[in-house]
């Protein structure tokens, strides 16, 4: 049984499409990446699996049970992190913290204490001082202090510098080790080819592509460069070859993954000296699904 699964869900906002028949499902102990544009659908799909809105059609379920009608129950089971945090600007950022982990249960003061020290956050201070990325990381420290089985981040490093991002990665690794489950909706496509497993891309509420990173890279080029002692002849015309550079000996060219072996047949007969093959990154494939 699936931990998360949508089944054929749709969600409309007047004549707007936010989901159209969107179908995903994220098995235990999964990292799961959903990426896309600004208003591709990522948090109203998010929304849904939190119990937040209720779809227009189809069925949304976690751990078995339904996300609308099961919310409270689910809740305890789940940490969530919202990509723009609000707190109570009255309140110290280890009060809201505690708050949360009362909720949760389970939650030592050691463990967030180690939080706080690792993220550099003081939490004595009123959170309407915090800078965005401060308030980011009062959300990060209460869900990672949590006992949760599944774990909803929505763009969850946004604010954090480069070295919170790192630090964050880790606690993702950890939870892997852990056998618990992530939902991960990033625009920082790096972060998300270290992290996941599986990765769907979202575009105008529809999933257009699922798969592993290995399995979504069979979808493009890989950058080639090659070096032979005889002149390099005849590329230009081989299927699969694009945007093709050949000065002398030398051939620089994207191939498409399934014409790699014939390539490589062909271009021996040149008698190669060097061979670089560049597999593309998941920004590459990113925006291949997004050029117009």
Not at 183 to 190: D, E, K, N, Q
Not at 205 to 214: F, S
Request: aromatic fraction near 8%.
């Amino acid at each position: 049984m699936s931990v998360l699964e949508l089944k054929e869900v749709t969600k409309t906002y007047g004549k707007v499409v936010a989901l159209d028949n969107v179908s995903f499902q994220v098995e235990k102990g999964e990292v799961y990446g959903f990426i896309g544009p600004n208003g591709a659908g990522k948090t109203t799909a998010i929304r849904i699996l939190l119990g937040i809105l209720k779809p227009d059609k189809g069925e949304v379920l976690i751990n078995g049970l339904n996300a609308w009608s099961d919310a409270v129950e689910i809740h305890k089971n789940i940490a969530y992190v919202p990509g723009e945090v609000n707190l109570w600007p009255n309140l110290t950022g280890g009060e809201v913290i505690d708050f949360f982990a009362r909720l949760k249960g389970a939650v030592t003061q050691e463990s967030l204490d180690e939080l706080y020290h690792r993220f550099d956050l003081d939490p004595t201070k009123k959170c309407r001082t915090y800078s965005k990325g401060n308030r980011q990381k009062v959300a990060l420290i209460a869900a990672l202090a949590s006992n949760a089985e599944i774990f909803i981040l929505d763009e969850p490093t946004s604010g954090l510098d480069p070295l919170m991002e790192k630090l964050f990665q880790d606690y993702v690794f950890e939870l892997k080790k852990q056998n618990k489950t992530v939902f991960l909706s990033s625009h920082i496509l790096s972060e998300v080819e270290k992290l996941c497993d599986v990765i769907s891309i979202i575009r105008e509420g529809k999933i257009i592509e699922t798969g592993t990173l290995e399995q979504l890279r069979h979808l493009t080029r890989s950058q080639i460069s090659v070096e032979t002692l005889k002149p390099i002849e005849g590329l230009a015309s081989f299927d699969g070859v694009y945007d093709l550079t050949v000065s002398g000996n030398q051939a620089t060219f994207q191939l498409d993954s399934a014409k790699f072996s014939d390539i490589v047949k062909f271009i021996s007969g040149f008698e190669v000296i060097r061979l670089e093959s560049t597999p593309p990154t998941l920004e590459e494939l990113f925006m291949r699904h997004y050029e117009k």
